[in-house]
């Protein structure tokens, strides 16, 4: 009788007592130098009138090319959508470019600097930072 009560309550003392023994976690593991890295930089300029720079930077070159040139975001009658739309455009373009010579993405990271004079805020830049990865 004891062992029928013992074997009907075991499952659930079993999945009580699971999650308390210890665990080992399986974590990625590679070797050390089987992967090279690359960063992606876009930086997009806000400063008022059409005077910012716009770019996207690779570290190390990507296919030669060290720095690309975007559209500024701001004209001199305030922020100028195509320009907006042509940097998505390219942004996408430059990300499906990277893929397709076998780079994975990694990560990615948004920043913003705004810098303040006399309490106005009118200027200032946007970067996102990706990083990749690629087997060796």
């Known amino acids: 009788m004891r062992a029928q009560l013992f074997l009907r309550f075991f499952p659930g003392l079993l999945l009580l007592l699971l999650p308390l023994l210890p665990q ?3 974590a990625q593991v590679s070797k050390a130098g089987s992967y090279q890295f ?3 930089t876009t930086i997009e300029s806000v400063v008022a009138g059409g005077l910012g720079r716009s770019r996207i930077t690779f570290t190390p070159e990507f296919k ?3 720095e690309a040139q975007m559209e500024n975001l701001f004209s001199l009658t305030g922020i100028n959508m195509q320009n907006v739309r042509a940097n998505e455009e390219t942004i996408i373009r430059t990300l499906q470019d990277v893929q397709n010579e076998g ?3 990694v990560q990615v990271t948004p920043l913003t600097q ?3 004079s006399g309490g ?3 200027q200032g830049i946007f970067m996102t930072r990706y990083l990749f990865r690629k087997a060796k």
Do not use: A, E, F, V
Request: hydrophobic share 35%.
């Open 64 to 66: 030669g090319t060290k």
């Open 38 to 40: 690359m960063q992606m």
């Open 120 to 122: 106005s805020t009118g």
């Open 103 to 105: 780079w994975d993405l």
């Open 24 to 26: 080992r976690g399986l």
């Open 114 to 116: 705004t810098l303040q």
